[in-house]
Structure formats: C-alpha cells, structure tokens
C-alpha cells in the first residue's frame, strides 16, 4: 500500500478542517474513500469533493476513473476546486 499526502486547497481545505494530510492507499479512489471516513463529522466534506478536481503527482485526473488512478509512495494528490465560485 502506498502512502503519501493530499493536500486540499480553497473551500476543500475550509470543508477538510485541514490544509493536508497522509493517506495510506493504492488508488485516487481509496484515498479519497479514506479521507471521506476521516472527515465523516464535516458536513460539507463530501458533498466538496464531487465539485473538485484532482491532480496526481502534478497530473491533472481529468474524467478519468479515480479507481484506474494509481498511487505511489511519497506521492501528492492535490484536491482543487472550481476557481470561479468555489465548491459551494
């Protein structure tokens, strides 16, 4: 399993609580599973992250599938949200 850090940005950090934090997961899609456990308690956590987008180790996810999204060790998914407007 790898692990690494994600990092949130804008309305995702104020939802998050936190500007980043380690995940310990082979995929963008368990990361993210894991993050949405961890933040259970912020109403708005989840209901952010449909509105983000991701970048991987500085590439950008796109439509791609988040499960096909692979991690790495020492690796940073970047968790942005739409610039004009927010996540809101």
């Known amino acids: 399993m790898a692990s690494g850090t994600i990092r949130y940005w804008a309305a995702a950090k104020a939802a998050a609580g936190v500007a980043e934090e380690r995940y310990e ?32 180790d500085g590439e950008p996810v796109g439509k791609r599938a988040h499960q096909a999204v692979a991690l790495r060790d020492g ?3 970047e968790v942005l949200p739409p610039f004009a407007g927010g996540c809101a």
Not at 29 to 35: F, I, Q
Request: proline residues 3%.
């Open 25 to 56: 997961a082979d995929t963008l899609a368990a990361a993210l599973d894991g993050a949405r456990e961890r933040h259970g308690g912020r109403p708005d956590f989840a209901r952010v992250l449909l509105r983000c987008s991701f970048l991987v």
């Open 75 to 77: 690796g940073t998914v």
